[in-house]
């Protein structure tokens, strides 16, 4: 059984930085392409960042480019996302995704599994 678990979201003040982390188990993590998407109060979802298999290639959604940093460690299992200028509007439930391949997808959509999210809020 495929099981994604995030941790790491809390409440941060603006300009301040977390990390998220996404503990895989139930697949050969590094067979698959993953991603973070997130879903703002009372917003659609919003695909985030999104990394190849052996982390060489990233991808990340313009309203984060340059200030996120997504990274995996095949070794651990593990799916990250190193947050930094962290903006109000970056408040949002943070999901980690993989993808049904090794084939990266940049969207919301085609995931076949889905994490329960981890809360991020970005508040003075």
């Known amino acids: 059984e495929v099981q994604l678990v995030e941790s790491g979201g809390g409440l941060v003040q603006p300009g301040g930085s977390l990390r998220l982390s996404c503990a895989a188990s139930?697949?050969?993590?590094?067979?698959?392409?993953m991603s973070w998407v997130r879903q703002a109060p009372a917003k659609g979802l919003e695909w985030v960042s999104s990394?190849?298999?052996?982390?060489?290639?990233?991808y990340y959604s313009d309203s984060v480019k340059g200030r996120f940093t997504i990274s995996r460690d095949n070794a651990k299992n593990t799916l990250y996302l190193e947050m930094n200028s962290l903006k109000p509007e970056d408040t949002a439930m943070y999901y980690c995704t993989k993808a049904p391949s090794r084939v990266v997808l940049t969207t919301t959509r085609g995931y076949s599994d889905w994490g329960p999210g981890t809360q991020v809020t970005v508040s003075s």
């Open positions: 990394i190849a298999i052996f982390g060489g290639e990233t």
């Open positions: 139930g697949f050969t993590f590094s067979n698959y392409a």
